[in-house]
């Protein structure tokens, strides 16, 4: 087989997930390396439609322009694993006001099982009780692109590990009581630390559909690596590798009736 066809196969979806702790059977994460599927994506743009194309040519920045290519082709692959569809056929869309991200659905949402190796089908799960749409969240940084997919809200943050400058920035707008806390730690150890606490409130923010219309400053996470946040949330830090140099935080809405 020639290094052009393997640069041009599509990734293993499986290989590409990540575990993130405590999180319900119905949410799955995948974690992606720019420079490993490039290549690939750019070969299978035909699946974009053509107001994406258009907005990926709005984009000055070259790189910001393959972000935006190479996180879209993926989602796009991915749901439709999810949803029993064609990539191109996958129905996305965002709110106009909020640029939130529209619930999908597919033709083959009531199918129980598993379709290829992208993560669970929207059969009905024991703690959801029905069938439900699927939700997803995108966020990407230098070289790294998360996608999750779930059967609720839910939100994604990857931010590369900020510089102490642009750390001491975030400090200044998060909850005071995260401010109190993290300006005990010094150095190289607190940009990591601001990293870590500003992902864990931009995840929540995505999942809430609100953005950063929602004051920081009200967003109390703390240090826990795994919290509940307020009625009905969870956030979750997610292991990341030296690799990315990056922090990652998924948040979910829990189930309304939990079982078990």
Known sequence: MSAHAVAHRQPVWAAQRRRVPGAPADLTLHVLH??????????????????ELSRACALQDSHTRELFVVSRVALRHVLAHRLGCAAHEVPISHDPRTGAPHEVHGRAAAVTGSRGDAGPELAASSALGHVRPVRFSVSRTAGVIALVTAQRAVGVDVERLQSEVEANVLLDILHPADRARLSRVR??????????????????????????????????????????????????????????????????????????
């Open 34 to 51: 720019l420079e490993d599927v490039s290549s690939w994506a750019f070969s299978a743009v035909d699946c974009l439609t053509e107001d």
């Open 187 to 260: 150095g190289r150890r607190r940009a990591v630390a601001v990293t870590r606490t500003w992902v864990r409130v931009e995840a929540l923010v995505k999942g809430w559909q609100t953005g950063l219309s929602r004051d920081p400053a009200s967003i109390h996470v703390g240090s826990a690596a795994r919290a509940d946040y307020g009625r009905g949330w969870s956030v979750s830090d997610v292991r990341t590798t030296a690799r990315e140099n990056a922090r990652l935080a998924v948040a979910w809405r829990t189930d309304p009736a939990p079982q078990g």
